[in-house]
């Protein structure tokens, strides 16, 4: 019995950890937009050269001759408040005092700030990390960990339908 009411009572007081789910990036696709992103031709990311460290480029660019799939806000609601882990590359918005980002864009593929097309907007996480840090190079993949909200944002350089607040943020050591 002793033992019983032990594990109620680390279970109700959050002493019991439980690990945040792994998520892909083709988990944040709607059935209909997975199914659409499948049948898609392949898409070139050839928006020519960009300059290192330079993230000013908007990823609002619109080519009509894209299919709707490629600017898609629907979101999977099953995620929206769920602790996960999801790997990625950073554009970076924001930063502190000491001029540490507590504010980027975490998406699915390297250089979406200067390639064209730009994912669409249920391709895109704000992220907000209070503790900061440097981002130096856009092309080297980040794991964030965090609570993951359906958060439709929108500013002067692109569209998200989802925001997280990250607890870490670490190089990633996946494929």
């Known amino acids: 019995m002793r033992i019983i009411r ?28 997975y199914q659409a992103m499948l049948d898609m031709p392949e898409i070139g990311h050839d928006g020519g050269e ?19 799939v490629m600017y898609s806000r629907r979101v999977v609601q099953t995620f929206d408040g769920k602790q996960v882990e999801i790997g990625g590359y950073p554009v970076p918005l924001e930063t502190n005092e000491a001029g540490a980002y507590t504010l980027f864009f975490l998406v699915p593929y390297a250089g979406a700030c200067i390639h064209v097309p730009p994912p669409p907007p249920n391709q895109i996480i704000v992220v907000e990390y209070p503790r900061g840090m440097r981002i130096d190079d856009i092309y080297i993949p980040l794991s964030v960990t965090g609570t993951l909200r359906v958060d439709q944002t929108s500013n002067e350089l692109a569209d998200a339908s989802y925001s997280l607040v990250a607890d870490d943020v670490t190089p990633y050591e996946g494929e």
Not at 12 to 30: C, I, K, M, Q, R
């Open 6 to 33: 032990f594990a109620l009572l680390m279970l109700f007081s959050g002493l019991v950890y439980a690990a945040p789910t792994e998520v892909d990036w083709l988990d944040l696709l709607p059935e209909e937009d």
């Open 50 to 68: 960009e300059l290192p460290g330079d993230f000013t480029a908007s990823m609002r660019q619109r080519d009509d001759s894209l299919p709707e």
